[in-house]
Antibody, heavy 118, light 112 residues
Framework: QVQLVQSGAEVKKPGASVKISCKAS????????IHWMRQAPGESLEWMGWINTGNGLTAYSHRFTGRVTITRDASANTFYMSLNTLRSDDTAIYYCARDSASYLFDLWGQGTLVTVSS | QSVLTQPPSVSGAPGQRVTISCTGS?????????VHWYQQRPGTAPKLLIY???DRPSGVPDRFSGSKSGASASLAITGLQAEDEADYYC????????????FGGGTKLTVL
């Protein structure tokens, strides 16, 4: 049974960067992709990007181009999402999710709250 | 502003049937891409409820069903129960710009 376990909450100042991890426990995910989404307080979900767990290829939402980077440590079955030049409106819960069939998110991490405040 | 449009809220009494609509466009649902639905209870991560327009993952009651027609989709919940009170999100793929996952704005279901 695969689980996605994310790193803990972060508090950052405007202009800083944050890096969140998502570790897959159980079976490996080499046949899947990992996507990152976020959810601002009281808002809907927003797709940010994804990484191919096998070859490391990535794609990002145009809304975050230049600010977001998704990486992997294949040996540790761990995936990372970095967001730089943080603003107050980046305050949100960030989720990783497994893609089992072309943008079908069948397994989610528990979420990581990122608070951006001066 | 979400790419997919959902009603902000719906409500129903226990045992009743409710539906939640999800309207897209020619670059997402209308282009033939599948619609998936997620249930999110307060303080928890979204959970896959319906995939591929009308299929249920193992463990999801058959009270939940999905449908799709043209550029729109719907989620139906029959025999409403108190535990169904949650936020519901539709999701699809959009082939405009760089291509991306797109979500609806979410619908808050209240069980009266």
């Amino acid at each position: 049974q695969v689980q996605l376990v994310q790193s803990g909450a972060e508090v950052k100042k405007p202009g800083a960067s944050v890096k969140i991890s998502c570790k897959a426990s159980g079976n490996t995910l080499t046949r899947f992709a990992i996507h990152w989404m976020r959810q601002a307080p009281g808002e809907s979900l927003e797709w940010m990007g994804w990484i191919n767990t096998g070859n490391g290829l990535t794609a990002y939402s145009h809304r975050f181009t230049g600010r977001v980077t998704i990486t992997r440590d294949a040996s540790a079955n761990t995936f990372y999402m970095s967001l730089n030049t943080l603003r107050s409106d980046d305050t949100a819960i960030y989720y990783c999710a497994r893609d089992s069939a072309s943008y079908l998110f069948d397994l989610w991490g528990q979420g990581t709250l990122v608070t951006v405040s001066s | 502003q979400s790419v997919l449009t959902q009603p902000p809220s719906v409500s129903g009494a226990p045992g009743q049937r409710v539906t939640i609509s999800c309207t897209g466009s020619s670059s997402n649902i209308g282009a033939g891409y599948d619609v998936h639905w997620y249930q999110q209870r307060p303080g928890t991560a979204p959970k896959l409820l319906i995939y591929g327009n009308n299929d249920r993952p193992s463990g999801v009651p058959d009270r939940f069903s999905g449908s799709k027609s043209g550029a729109s989709a719907s989620l139906a919940i029959t025999g409403l129960q108190a535990e169904d009170e949650a936020d519901y999100y539709c999701q699809s793929y959009d082939n405009s710009l760089t291509g991306s996952g797109v979500f609806g704005g979410g619908t808050k279901l209240t069980v009266l």
